[in-house]
């Protein structure tokens, strides 16, 4: 006897085992057959995506460079100061804003400190 020979194993099944057997075996070939189906599908969507978003990157890139022409031809426009004066004082309406919401974090911060000096008062109480 060879190698080979001897290396070889021989199981006997009985009929209803070796069916359900071949059936397992043909089971697992068709959902294999269909992941490799679902994978060939996903990498042909997904090529489409690239190439749809290669054209937007394009499209974009060139709408850019228009609106950075469009810009460059259209002349500065020099504001008056009155209407210049008026956003800085918006803008400083924005600042008195953000300054009255900090503000108001200081005041809830005082409110917690007070509750937890309270509630260490009632403690030292019992």
Do not use: C, W
């Amino acid at each position: 006897m060879t190698k080979q020979e001897e290396k070889l194993i021989h199981i006997k099944l009985e009929y209803p085992e070796g069916v359900q057997s071949k059936k397992d075996v043909l089971g697992t070939q068709r959902d294999l057959l269909e992941v490799l189906k679902s994978l060939k599908r996903y990498h042909l969507i997904r090529m489409q995506e690239i190439k749809a978003k290669e054209i937007l990157y394009k499209k974009i890139k060139a709408l850019k460079a228009d609106m950075n022409k469009l810009n460059t031809s259209f002349p500065k426009i020099k504001l008056p100061e009155i209407i210049t004066h008026d956003e800085n004082y918006e803008d400083k309406k924005e600042i008195r804003k953000i300054k009255d919401i900090s503000g108001k974090d200081t005041k809830s911060s005082d409110i917690e400190r007070e509750l937890a000096d309270i509630q260490k008062r009632l403690k030292e109480l019992e």
